[in-house]
């Protein structure tokens, strides 16, 4: 069964006390890996998509690196903006669904 | 790009009544839609997957009879709530994937329910 988990759960950071949170999966065949961001009572935002292991993306102040088991989506000077939960999913080659997994939620306190 | 709506964004009803939740992608032909469901503080659970012109794939749980999807077209996907109750009260988010490739989803803002 594909599986998806993050940690932590939860992460309270101060402005500009960079961190990383992980993803690790576990699929069948692994078709591409998702991170999303999702702010209260709203859907979930595409962040990136990677691919293959190796493959790195970045957009403002995020990173999203992934390995054959892992992802880290790391934050470099966060800013109360980036509160959110950040989902990651994972897509097989058996089907098009997404597997998310439980999300974390970041504070980050100015 | 890729921009996808929901419609209504809140929807309030009497126990027993059907509601409908429109979910439209607005900037591009969508292969497919995607209907979750989500708790508070839960993550989201996929309801069922829908193709144009055919039938929803329903996941295991989740009653057909109850949550009835429609996909008529490429750019707009609903779903049905008949007969809600109580337990039906959830925040509903529709995707939508890129035709060919690599798909990669864009969700809609959301829908809340509240069954009273």
């Known amino acids: 069964e594909d599986q998806v988990t993050q940690s932590p759960e939860a992460l309270r950071l101060q402005e500009g006390e960079s961190s990383s949170l992980n993803c690790s999966y576990t699929?069948?065949?692994?078709?591409?890996l998702f991170w999303y961001r999702q702010d209260p009572g709203k859907g979930p935002e595409f962040l990136f998509t990677l691919y293959s292991a190796g493959e790195e993306k970045e957009k403002e102040r995020l990173k999203a690196t992934l390995t054959k088991k892992e992802s880290f989506l790391h934050i470099t000077a966060p800013k109360p903006e980036d509160s959110a939960t950040y989902l990651c999913a994972v897509q097989t080659w058996y089907g098009n669904k997404l597997v998310f997994g439980a999300g974390t939620i970041l504070r980050v306190k100015s | 790009g890729a921009v996808v709506s929901q419609h209504p964004s809140w929807v309030i009803c009497k126990s027993g009544t059907s509601v409908k939740i429109e979910c439209r992608s607005l900037?591009?032909?969508?292969?497919?839609m995607f209907w979750y469901r989500q708790f508070p503080k839960q993550s989201l659970m996929l309801m069922a997957t829908s193709n144009e012109g055919s039938k929803a794939t329903y996941e295991q749980g989740v009653e057909k009879d109850k949550f009835l999807i429609n996909h008529a077209s490429l750019t707009l996907s609903t779903l049905t709530v008949t007969s809600a109750h109580p337990e039906d009260s959830s925040f509903y988010i529709c995707?939508?994937?890129?035709?060919?490739?690599?798909?990669?989803?864009?969700f809609g803002p959301g829908t809340r329910l509240l069954v009273l």
């Open positions: 900037d591009f032909q969508a292969t497919t």
């Open positions: 699929v069948s065949g692994l078709r591409g």
């Open positions: 995707s939508a994937g890129f035709r060919g490739g690599q798909e990669t989803q864009y």
